[in-house]
T-cell receptor
Framework: DADVTQTPRNRITKTGKRIMLECSQTKGHDRMYWYRQDPGLGLRLIYYSFDVKDINKGEISDGYSVSRQAQAKFSLSLESAIPNQTALYFCATSDPGTGYGYTFGSGTRLTVV | QKEVEQNSGPLSVPEGAIASLNCTYSDRVSQSFFWYRQYSGKSPELIMS????GDKEDGRFTAQLNKASQYVSLLIRDSQPSDSATYLC??????????????FGQGTILTVHP
């Protein structure tokens, strides 16, 4: 099994629908992140969590919310999806013991129509 | 000014040549830097990290850091078609409440042609 697992891998949803993207990890890392990737814009941080009780907004949090259900699980929700949220979404984990380099999940390709 | 900037390319090199990828950063408190490789539609994969001024070599890859110039580079020797990918540069802030977050550049597309 992958160290960082994202579900679903692909999703098509309609404008206005609520959708949840899930991330789970087996690395035992406290730190988890959600990024979105758009062509030409690189990876942009949506939310991050340094432990179960610590959740912080990133640079583009509007329209998104998160839940850290346990050390291993960090979910991203789109409350009311809109077409410009169509993107590739990545979950990542990091650990001070390994120099803070991220381990990424395989990504969720989300299309909002 | 973006915190981490890369030339988006595309950079095209012949097989066997040296590919040179460059990155500049604006935040002087950044202390650690990472290079990720990302194949189309796949997740980024960490290939190099560098924390100190100078060069760090790992196989065909060499990372170079110059903190005075706020410049990071990645050299790929003996480039292979399988090196064709997008390369992402990332910087880690040294302190404050955001310590541990990486800031990414927009990526450089590298194409190695036979």
């Amino acid at each position: 099994d992958a160290d960082v697992t994202q579900t679903p891998r692909n999703r098509i949803t309609k404008t206005g629908k609520r959708i949840m993207l899930e991330c789970s990890q087996t690395k035992g890392h406290d730190r988890m992140y959600w990024y979105r990737q758009d062509p030409g814009l690189g990876l942009r941080l949506i939310y991050y969590s340094f432990d179960v009780k610590d959740i912080n907004k990133g640079e583009i949090s509007d329209g998104y919310s998160v839940s850290r259900q346990a050390q291993a699980k960090f979910s991203l929700s789109l409350e009311s999806a809109i077409p410009n949220q169509t993107a590739l979404y990545f979950c990542a984990t990091s650990d001070p013991g390994t120099g803070y380099g991220y381990t990424f999940g395989s990504g969720t390709r989300l299309t909002v129509v | 000014q973006k915190e981490v900037e890369q030339n988006s390319g595309p950079l095209s090199v012949p097989e066997g040549a040296i590919a040179s990828l460059n990155c500049t950063y604006s935040d002087r408190v950044s202390q650690s830097f990472f290079w990720y490789r990302q194949y189309s539609g796949k997740s980024p994969e960490l290939i190099m990290s560098i924390y100190s001024n100078g060069d760090k070599e790992d196989g065909r890859f060499t990372a170079q850091l110059n903190k005075a110039s706020q410049y990071v580079s990645l050299l790929i020797r003996d480039s292979q078609p399988s090196d064709s990918a997008t390369y992402l540069c990332a910087a880690l802030r040294a302190g404050g409440t955001s310590y541990g977050k990486l800031t990414f550049g927009q990526g450089t597309i590298l194409t190695v042609h036979p």
